[in-house]
């Protein structure tokens, strides 16, 4: 993956060429599993975080692995770059239930953020500034600034597990699978009741005939750059995407092969929150048009949904295309500049659009 094929692909419209994107460079890591993956705000690194405790980037432009940082003796998990791409911040998930934040210049930490009393499952940087949300299994969402290690606010919230930034940073989003709802705070009153409250039960229930678990397995919550749908990505045979106003069923996206396996590694179990929490991100998430969803399949590679095609009366909604890969992913995530992917599970994949396939 060359800077060249890089940049060219960034002048694209992503429906011209989001059916051809194909397998470039891939690094493996034997019996290891990747559990987070994040791309920087110039589109050129991407951060993933180890099983082995260790964090990983890599430079998209050379197509090559650029630094490894190890976090032994607190494990590592949801790592996440800053608006400056050499700090990131992530959760601890050894002795403590810190979110640490590292320079990854020189591998030293800038400071330690302390509140959490059990597993972080969420960490979602602000788009607009250095503010931070995370949730933990201890049923709190706390705010944070990047200069302070104290939060600045915090909700008390049984069973959340995921947050997220609307585009324009005025909204926050907080899911609980226990609770099958998804609430909408406004940044500026985030102490306040939510002012929107989506109910899922009857969503999920709509979808029980195909094995999707109902009040669990949510692994992804994600709005779209367009501001117009969010995203619920599960471990289950589909993901769920609804209208960010009114909170309605926009589209039940469909994988018939189901999800891809999930790593034993991990620590699977039958708790209604395996894979949600601390350990993995998700599989799920919007290209940067805010029209598609890309997904890992079972098969391999990945699954790609059109939010314009059309959908069964129910919603359901099958994949316009099959990307085909060498193995199955349990992270995924879309370049926010330029036109590639990122995919990783034991192995790390970069893919660019194959022109000769345009």
């Avoid at 059916?19 to 791309?39: E, G, Q, V």
């Avoid at 991407?46 to 032994?72: C, F, M, P, V, W």
């Avoid at 749908?229 to 009114?246: R, S």
Wanted: proline share 6%; charged share 15%.
């Amino acid at each position: 993956m060359g800077a060249e094929n890089g940049q060219a692909g960034a002048t694209a419209k992503v429906s011209d060429v989001v059916a051809t994107y194909r397998p470039t460079r891939l690094f493996k890591a034997p019996n290891l599993h990747y559990t987070s993956l994040d791309f920087d705000t110039t589109g050129e690194l991407i951060l993933l975080a180890r099983t082995d405790d260790t964090l990983h980037i890599y430079n998209t432009k050379a197509g090559a692995h650029a630094k490894e940082l190890k976090s032994q003796k607190h494990g590592c998990a949801l790592a996440r770059f800053t608006h400056h791409s050499q700090s990131v911040i992530y959760a601890s998930t050894k002795l403590n239930h810190d979110i640490r934040y590292l320079s990854a210049h020189d591998n030293s930490y800038i400071r330690y953020f302390k509140g959490h009393t059990d597993k972080v499952t969420s960490i979602q940087l602000c788009p607009s500034d250095d503010t931070f949300l995370s949730a933990s299994l201890d049923n709190t969402v706390k705010l944070w600034n990047l200069n302070s290690s104290s939060p600045h606010g915090s909700l008390n919230l049984h069973g959340a597990v995921l947050t997220a930034y609307d585009p324009s940073a005025t909204v926050i989003a907080v899911a609980s699978p226990a609770t099958q709802t998804i609430v909408l705070y406004d940044v500026r009153n985030f102490d306040k009741p939510p002012f929107a409250t989506f109910d899922m039960q009857d969503i999920e229930r709509r979808f029980s005939h195909y094995g999707q678990a109902q009040a669990q397995g949510w692994t992804t919550l994600e709005f779209s750059n367009n501001g117009q749908y969010i995203l619920v990505g599960t471990n289950g045979p589909g993901h769920y995407v609804l209208d960010a106003f009114e909170g309605a069923l926009k589209a039940y996206l469909y994988r018939a092969q189901g999800p891809p396996p999930f790593p034993s590694q991990l620590g699977q179990s039958d708790s209604p929150l395996r894979h949600t929490q601390a350990s993995l991100q998700g599989d799920a998430c919007f290209t940067s048009d805010g029209r598609y969803v890309i997904s890992a399949s079972s098969k391999g590679g990945m699954l790609v949904w059109d939010l314009l095609a059309d959908k069964r009366s129910d919603g359901t909604m099958n994949p316009m295309t099959d990307l085909p890969g060498p193995r199955t992913s349990t992270v995924v995530g879309v370049n926010p500049r330029y036109n590639n992917l990122a995919s990783a599970g034991q192995d790390v994949v970069l893919w660019l659009p194959d022109p000769e396939l345009a």
